[in-house]
């Protein structure tokens, strides 16, 4: 132990760091990912273009990739990456994959069975694929998976004749093949296929999801006419039996153009296009989504826009507005951002200069985020979920905080992973975004309901502790009364319409009010019978 510590004190001692960044926006917590092997923010560095896997089998484990700058005095850069294994929490980083190669827009995915794959372009052959089946703990060698500019990879989770394929296109103005831009895997990207061409016209700066029937979407900016957005997909990508082929693409309306450069991030994209999928069991399922910070049409310069299918991308709604300030604030909306949840919960986050006292001409910027519970009719009103941070500092040689950011929604929260610039410089920061409640809810059906009260005495009447799980409150360490006293709170509390979470999830029962005096009596009675077998969790380093 003095050994480690010494060589710990020494490494710190001959580099440039200083303490890691945790920061905080009311109920919210962003810890910073780009830390060096001690655990320390690593000064004169720089990381953006983040992307984030997590494990669908143990959502503790999740890994993050990024563009990592040594150095903001050089364009150099290589990827990085970091691991969790308690939510995101802590995490801890490896080496760079391949050290000494440059190597930029790292995108994540991970497949039905926990398995991770980082795509990656290189200068070696264009993009190349990664593979982690321990979390992001460690990668397999990387295989040639061909690939371009801008590329992005999407793994089959359906449960069809495609499970485990892995998708990925790519931008062919800047191609390995021609005009080819699309290849797969259905091998777990131990090889990828020669790349065929996508029926024209061409896509770039977009992304692709599976349906849950394991039809593959594809949605971007159109590359030839350089304004308005392209949808596409392909029925057949999920038979490894057959040559993928794509349907003509159709044009979307998304209420405005991506766009390229800007006040915010002058020498970057103000976000790429991002289509999703429905896999819930409700109305909604195999719903379509579209959205994009795009520049509409008025002096407004960017919002976060939005459009849906519910006919498998024949016919798709009008655009809609997510961000909610006023029209004529001048305030940018950029890096829009979407996931979908396992019940079908819309969740949205983006940049926001609203509040910049600076007004139309401002670029401090806030996370903002937003959900929709009735598949993209309506949003909740955007709520600022970080500090306000300058996107124009720390600069690694490229005027711009890289082109995205990406998440990964469950059904009690998001998992993002983004850039921002807290401490002065341009930094990887990870945050948990809870709904509501969402520690509460225990049977994860997306509202805390009376199940959940009977989760909870079950659990404290077997004296559940909390390596097990099902702990609510922070400062307990096996289930006690102060669990259920914040169950209860929440449970009548408002659900994500404003209504009663109770009333919500069971129209047809009684008010909160009698169910949280029946609780209460049962409590009791759970009490009185486990009490005098309830031990107290004590740690590995001593009682």
């Known amino acids: 132990m003095t050994k ?28 910073q990912v780009n830390l060096n092997v001690a655990g320390n923010n690593i000064v004169g560095d720089a990381a953006n273009e983040p992307s984030i896997a997590v494990d669908p089998t143990d959502p503790s484990k999740m890994a993050v990739g990024w563009r990592q700058f040594d150095t903001i005095t050089s364009n150099f850069r290589q990827a990085g990456n970091a691991y969790s294994t308690d939510g995101g929490a802590t995490w801890t980083n490896n080496e760079v994959l391949d050290p000494g190669l440059f190597r930029s827009d790292p995108v994540l995915d991970f497949d039905a069975e926990g398995n991770f794959y980082y795509s990656s372009l290189s200068a070696l052959d264009s993009a190349q694929m990664f593979k982690s089946t321990d979390g992001g703990k460690t990668w397999a060698t990387p295989v040639s998976a061909f690939g371009g500019d801008k590329q992005w990879i999407a793994v089959d989770r359906s449960g069809g004749i495609g499970q485990g394929n892995v998708y990925q296109y790519w931008n062919r103005q800047f191609s390995c093949c021609g005009l080819a831009d699309f290849t797969r895997s259905v091998d777990g990207a131990a090889t990828f296929q020669s790349p065929v061409s996508i029926t024209r016209p061409s896509t770039k700066w977009g992304t692709m999801s599976v349906g849950p029937e394991g039809t593959l979407y594809l949605a971007g900016s159109d ?16 038979d490894p039996a ?47 989504y579209i959205l994009g910070s795009v520049n509409p049409p008025g002096a407004d310069p960017v919002d976060v826009m939005f459009v849906r299918s519910t006919d498998g991308g024949e016919t798709w709604s009008e655009p809609l507005r997510v961000n909610d300030d006023p029209t004529d604030n001048g305030a940018s909306q950029w890096f829009g951002t979407m996931s979908v949840a396992p019940n079908g919960r819309i969740d949205v986050i983006w940049n926001d200069t609203r509040n910049d006292p600076a007004g139309p001409n401002g670029v401090m910027s806030e996370v903002f985020y937003a959900s929709s519970d009735d598949g993209g009719l309506t949003f909740s009103a955007g709520e600022p979920v970080t500090p306000a941070f300058n996107p124009l500092i720390g600069w690694p ?12 929604s469950d059904n009690r929260g998001v998992n993002l992973a983004y850039s921002a610039t807290f401490n002065g410089e341009q930094d990887l920061y990870f945050l948990r975004i809870d709904l509501p409640g969402a520690k509460s809810d225990l049977n994860e059906n997306g509202f ?37 006293t ?11 319409a404003g209504a009663p979470q109770a009333a919500l999830n069971h129209p047809a029962v009684p008010e909160p009010s009698t169910f949280v005096l029946a609780a209460i009596a049962m409590l009791g009675m759970t009490f009185r019978a486990a009490r005098s077998r309830r031990v107290r969790r004590v740690s590995s380093a001593g009682s």
């Open 4 to 31: 480690t510590i010494l060589a710990l004190t020494a490494a710190l001692l001959t580099c440039d760091v200083s303490a890691e960044v945790i920061v905080t926006r009311g109920r919210f917590n962003s810890v």
């Open 223 to 238: 590359l030839s006419a350089f304004r308005g957005h392209l949808f596409t997909k392909s029925t057949n990508a999920q």
């Open 242 to 288: 057959r040559t993928p082929t794509f349907e003509v693409p159709q044009r979307v309306d998304l209420g405005g153009d991506t766009t390229f450069g800007g006040p915010v991030n002058p020498g970057g994209l103000l976000g790429q296009t991002w289509i999703a999928t429905d896999h819930s069991d409700g109305a909604s399922r195999g719903n379509i």
């Open 397 to 408: 040689s490229q005027n711009k905080i890289g082109d995205y950011y990406d998440m990964v």
């Open 448 to 484: 805390v309901d009376f199940e959940d009260i009977t989760i909870l005495l079950a659990n404290w009447n077997q004296n559940v502790g909390a390596e097990q799980g099902n702990i609510i409150s922070p400062d307990t360490t096996v289930v006690n009364f102060e669990d259920l």
């Open 486 to 496: 914040v169950l209860l709170a929440d449970w009548t509390g408002p659900g994500p």
